[in-house]
C-alpha cells in the first residue's frame, strides 16, 4: 500500500494536508502552549521545549521530543498570532526566540538566536520496546534500536555524531514503533550548523539528539525542526519529507528534465560505467552495442588520454550519454599539479583558495592543493568564464553529458577570506548556480552523492545510494587491499576485487537493515547509483544482493570497464542491463510509492512504482516465497500478464 499519514503535526505555516480539517486556536495552559490539529493536539512545554501529541482518536500521549538537553533558563510569557493559530515566547537568558504554529499538517518549531549559544534538541527515541530508527545514510537504513550490532558492534552508531548538511543524504530521521502502527518524522530544514548524535538509553535503546549551533558568522542564527506523527512505515519520513518539497516547489523531475533536454531521456534504462583503456575507443563501444547493451552513461577521466571525438560519436550512435569526470573544487599549483581539472588561467591558485580564520589556505582532498572558493568562482564568472571556458573546453569531443565531482555534496565550506568571503549557505547556493548553468547550456549533469537541495539541477548522481560506513573510509586508504592509483589503464582502486569485512558488509548491504528513503523522495527527480570506486564487480562476494536491491529500487549497477573486464564481464552486464532496461524506462520518471517487507525476517521486500505502473519483489533469503526462490527477483509491470524473473547467481 501506499505510503499514508496516520496524522501529522506541524508548527509554522497553514494546515493543508490531503483530509485536514480546520483547526482550533493555539492556546496556552497550564504553562503548555497547545495546537488542536487534524488527527490530535501538539503540546509543547515552553519550560523544557518537551513536545508532546495527543492523539485526538484516543490512546497513549506520543513523545515527540524529550525535554532539551541544554539548560534555557525561565521562558518568556507565551505570545499568540496569526489570529490564535500560532504562539511566540522567548528564552531571555540564552538570547533565544521561539515561535510554533502548524504548516502543511506538521509542528514546525523555529528557534531565533540574538547571541552566539548551542542548544540540543531534539532528544528522541522509538516508543516502546521494540522501535526502529530511520536513517538516510545513503539510500537509507531502518535500524532496530535494541539491536547490539548498532549499540555495541564494530560499525555501532551508538557514540557517533552525523553532520546533517554533509554526513547524511536527506536532512531528516525518522522513529516507528515495533508494531509498525505509529511512527514519528524529524525535518531539520535549516540543517547547516545541526548535527546528529547517537547514545542509548538505559535500556540500551538507540536514542538520538540534535544539535544546532547559532553562529551569526555562518549565518545560523535560526533553527527550524518539523514533527509529524506518520503511520510507522519505514519509508514514512522520507514520504513526509518528499511533500514538504513539493509543497515549496522544491522538487523536481526527470520528465522535466527530458522535456527542456531530450538527450536524459537516455538515462532511462542505462547501466553506468567509467571507462579505460580499449572501452574508451570506437572499438570498445561497438564490442559492447554488440553484446547487446542498448542504453549506457560512459564516463571518462580527465588523464592523458580521455576519449576522442570518434569515440564519443560511436557512443551517442550506440544510443548512449557520455561525459566527463570534472571538478571544480581544487585548484594546485600548475608547475607541480597531479591532474588536469586541478589546473587553473592565471593565479587562481592561489588566489582563489578558501581560507581558514588564521588565513591559511584550506588544504584540498588528500593534502593536494587547496579547496577553491565557489565565491570567488562566482564573483570572476561574468568577467573572466572560467567556468564556462572550463566546460565547453572539456566537450569539444562532442560529450553531452558532465559529471561534476563533489558540488552536489554536503561538504561546504566557510571562506573567511577578505577577498571572497562566504559562508556555507552561500557556497550551496553558487554550487546550485553554477551546476544550474550547466544544465540550462544542454548537457546531462549529474554529480557526487546529491543531495535534495540539488535535485532540481543534476539528473543523476554518483553516491547516494551507497550507505557507506565508517569502516569504508578507513578500509579504502590501505592501497595493498583496497588497491591505488596504478596501473593507469586499470587502477587498482577501481579494479582490484575486495572482499569487505563481515561487519562492514553488514552496515551496508544486509537487506533487514536496508530501506529506500532517498529513493522515495527523489525516484522520480533523479537516477541514483552507487559510488563510483564500489563498481558492481569490486564486491564480488556483495554482486547478488546489490543487483536485488538495485532492481528492488529501480536503479541502475555501476561499472568499471576496460577491455578485459568487458570480456570477462561483458555477457552478465548485458543480461542485467537487458533485465532492467524495460523496468526504468517504464518507471524511471515515477515516484517510489510503497515499500514493505512482507516477512519478519525482512528478507523479502515489495516495492511499488506510480500507480501500480511498476511492482517488484526481491527474496534475499535462502528459502522459496510464494514461488519466489531465494537470490531472486520478480518484476511485473502493470501491462505484463507474468512476473519477470532474474537470479543474478545463475549469469555468473
Known amino acids: 500500500m501506499p505510503v499514508k499519514r496516520t496524522f501529522a503535526l506541524a508548527l509554522a505555516v497553514s494546515l493543508t494536508a490531503v483530509g485536514a480539517t480546520p483547526v482550533a486556536t493555539a492556546q496556552p495552559r497550564d504553562h503548555h502552549v497547545e495546537l488542536p490539529m487534524a488527527g490530535g493536539t501538539a503540546v509543547i512545554d515552553p519550560a523544557t521545549l518537551a513536545v508532546t501529541a495527543r492523539p485526538s482518536a484516543g490512546g497513549r500521549p506520543h513523545r515527540l521530543s524529550a525535554p532539551a538537553a541544554t539548560h534555557l533558563g525561565r521562558p518568556g510569557r507565551v505570545h499568540r498570532a496569526d489570529n490564535g493559530k500560532a504562539a511566540h515566547w522567548s528564552y531571555p537568558t ?39 530508527l530511520q536513517l538516510p545514510r545513503g539510500e537509507g537504513l531502518d535500524i532496530p534500536t535494541a539491536d547490539p550490532f548498532w549499540t555495541t558492534g564494530k560499525e555501532k552508531l551508538a557514540g557517533t555524531t552525523l553532520d546533517m548538511g554533509a554526513d547524511l543524504s536527506l536532512p531528516l530521521w525518522g522513529y516507528s514503533s515495533g508494531r509498525r502502527q505509529q511512527g514519528v518524522s524529524y525535518l531539520i530544514p535549516t540543517d547547516i550548523g545541526t548535527s546528529l548524535t547517537f547514545d542509548t538509553t538505559p535500556a540500551g535503546h538507540l536514542r538520538t539528539a540534535a544539535a544546532h549551533t547559532f553562529d551569526n558568522g555562518d549565518a545560523t542564527r535560526t533553527y527550524n525542526v518539523t514533527f509529524a506523527l506518520t503511520d510507522g512505515s519505514p519509508t514514512a519520513p522520507a514520504a513526509d519529507y518528499r511533500s514538504y518539497l513539493a509543497e515549496r516547489g522544491r522538487l523536481g523531475s526527470l520528465e522535466g528534465k527530458i522535456r527542456r533536454n531530450p538527450a536524459t531521456k537516455r538515462l532511462l534504462g542505462a547501466f553506468h560505467a567509467y571507462v579505460w583503456g580499449e572501452a574508451r575507443t570506437p572499438a570498445g563501444i561497438r564490442r559492447l552495442r554488440g553484446l547487446g547493451v542498448d542504453r549506457m552513461w560512459l564516463g571518462y577521466d580527465a588523464g592523458p588520454d580521455p576519449m576522442g571525438k570518434k569515440a564519443v560519436a560511436a557512443a551517442k550512435k550506440a544510443g548512449y550519454l557520455v561525459g566527463p569526470y570534472d571538478t571544480f573544487a581544487n585548484g594546485q599549483d600548475p608547475k607541480t599539479a597531479d591532474s588536469p581539472t586541478s589546473v587553473w588561467p592565471g593565479t587562481v591558485y592561489p588566489d ?142 577501481f579494479f582490484k576485487p575486495v572482499r569487505l569485512p563481515a561487519s562492514l558488509s553488514k552496515a551496508m548491504y544486509d537487506p533487514r537493515y536496508r530501506v529506500p528513503l532517498y529513493g522515495t523522495v527523489l525516484h522520480g527527480s533523479t537516477v541514483s547509483v552507487e559510488r563510483w570506486e564500489l563498481s ?111 537470479c543474478p547467481a545463475d549469469l555468473g
Not at 538570547?95 to 528557534?111: F, I, K, N, P
Not at 584540498?364 to 561574468?382: I, K, N, T, V
Open 94 to 132: 540564552r538570547g533565544l526566540e521561539a515561535s510554533a504554529r502548524t504548516d502543511h499538517g506538521r509542528l514546525s518549531l523555529t528557534l531565533t538566536a540574538h547571541q552566539n549559544t548551542k542548544l540540543r534538541w531534539p532528544v528522541t527515541e522509538a516508543q516502546g520496546s521494540s522501535g526502529s
Open 352 to 493: 582563489f583558495c578558501v581560507r581558514d580564520a588564521d588565513g591559511k589556505p584550506h588544504t584540498g582532498f588528500g593534502g593536494r592543493g587547496c579547496y577553491l572558493s565557489s565565491a570567488a568562482f562566482e564573483r570572476a564568472e561574468p568577467a573572466r568564464h572560467l567556468l564556462a571556458d572550463r566546460t565547453r573546453s572539456m566537450v569539444r569531443n562532442g560529450a553531452d553529458s558532465y559529471f561534476l565531482d563533489v558540488d552536489a555534496t554536503g561538504e561546504l565550506f566557510r571562506d573567511h577570506s577578505a577577498a571572497h568571503p562566504m559562508t556555507k549557505a552561500g557556497d550551496r547556493a553558487h554550487r546550485l548556480a553554477r551546476m544550474r548553468r550547466i544544465a540550462d547550456s544542454g548537457l546531462v549533469l549529474g554529480s557526487e552523492s546529491a543531495q535534495a537541495w540539488a535535485n532540481k539541477a543534476v539528473a543523476f548522481d554518483h553516491g547516494s545510494a551507497t550507505p557507506v560506513a565508517d569502516g569504508m573510509w578507513a578500509l579504502q586508504k590501505d592501497r595493498e587491499k583496497w588497491g591505488g592509483y596504478y596501473p593507469e589503464s586499470a587502477p587498482g582502486i
Open 536 to 646: 558492481y564487480e569490486k564486491l564480488p562476494a556483495e554482486k547478488t544482493r546489490r543487483a536485488l536491491l538495485a532492481m528492488l529500487y529501480n536503479r541502475p549497477l555501476n561499472y568499471v570497464l576496460d577491455g578485459p573486464a568487458i570480456t570477462r564481464h561483458g555477457a552478465e552486464l548485458a543480461a542485467l542491463q537487458g533485465y532492467f532496461a524495460p523496468l526504468h524506462r517504464a518507471a524511471g520518471t515515477e515516484r517510489l510509492t510503497s515499500f514493505r517487507h512482507l516477512t519478519a525476517d525482512r528478507q523479502v521486500q515489495r516495492t511499488v512504482f506510480g500507480d501500480g505502473t511498476l511492482t517488484v519483489t526481491a527474496n534475499f533469503g535462502k528459502k522459496t516465497h510464494a514461488g519466489l526462490p531465494g537470490g531472486c527477483v520478480d518484476a511485473r509491470l502493470r501491462t505484463d500478464a507474468h512476473p519477470r524473473r532474474l
